[in-house]
């Protein structure tokens, strides 16, 4: 998702001198780390997703508080 990224060098998060193309992935330093540092990158994502079934089995346990054991969805694919 678009302003998501994070990327750390050393375990210390940086917030500038990177490029990200969102069409590639590819993550590209204005000043390239040294050897061995290590680099780390997160981010969110979204994927689109439906209910697998009509129905939810759902368990009530007391008055109007119920809990669901599991929902399963399918991903939407474009």
Same mark, same amino acid.
């Given at each position: 998702m678009a302003g998501s990224v994070r990327v750390a060098v050393d375990g210390v998060e940086v917030a500038s001198g990177w490029t990200l193309d969102s069409t590639t992935g590819i993550l590209t330093f204005g000043t390239a780390p040294g050897n061995g540092v290590a680099i780390r990158a997160g981010f969110d994502?979204? +994927?689109? +997703?439906?209910?697998? &079934?009509?129905?939810?089995? +759902?368990?009530?346990? *007391?008055?109007?508080?119920? &809990? *669901?054991? &599991? *929902? &399963?969805? *399918?991903e939407i694919r474009r």
């Open positions: 994502f979204d +994927v689109p +997703v439906r209910f697998d &079934s009509d129905t939810l089995d +759902v368990t009530l346990d *007391i008055e109007r508080l119920g &809990s *669901i054991t &599991s *929902i &399963s969805l *399918i």
